[in-house]
């Protein structure tokens, strides 16, 4: 399915990134058309003022002159109507433009880090060339990335044993381990293993606030999928006690002090 999806999001803005330049030629080709006919009608001008000036010259009749002079005034009309047309069309060619070039731009550029990428990813992991970057990456980080590479295509359980083979390189990789529990978690819905995940993990000694956030979803699947609301209990007073000022603290503290309210009353 997410390949299904990644090979439609890549055909879509690949699609759209032609589409948006083809707009842009076009837009581009109407302004330069307008221009040129701009260009031929101011010519052709010329040359009707100069053979009215001729007529009027050779021309010995007032009766004569006097059609002229309204001739002249009906064309003046008609090409200042004209000339408002021509701006008005000009002016939408232009915004136009610059919209659709815009718009070419950003997507020219998304496509083709995108394809950079994808194409990372098939030849490192696919095809199993090992691409060299400018700072060294160690055998652990590669395997990291390629467990979420597997992970991402849907194969959630190749992607798990490529994290345990991780934690068994560097068992304080708790990045590893936070991420098997999250993928038993939320890909793969094993809340049984998740908890067991999500308690591996919080052994480790990592950032206090994510540490916190971590702990919360542990208490949320003990209290709510496993029904164990006495491992949540405890959990909770656990990440109160070990880091009091993050923000999952906060949150726990605010169940505890109602669940300890009704432990009173029951008293």
Known sequence: ???ALRLFLVLLFFGSTIWFGFA???DYSMLMYDAVEEETELQYKDKLEMETRTQKAVSDQAEDESRVDDGNVLAEEEETLRTIRKNKSV????IRLIGNGVAFAVLFTITGFGFAHQAGDFLRFDLGKKIDYVDEV?????MYEKAEYQIL???HVAGIELLRKVLVNDPDHF???????EVYDKDLNNFEAAANEYSLALKHEFHPERWSWAAVRLCNIYSGKLKDSNSAIRMMRQLVEKHPHTGGAAKVRKRLDMIDAHMGKRR
């Open 1 to 3: 399915m997410r390949i």
């Open 153 to 155: 295509k849907g194969k």
């Open 175 to 181: 990045e590893a381990q936070l991420r098997i529990a």
């Open 91 to 94: 002016s939408r060619h232009y």
């Open 138 to 142: 160690s055998s652990t980080d590669e």
């Open 24 to 26: 842009t030629y076009r």
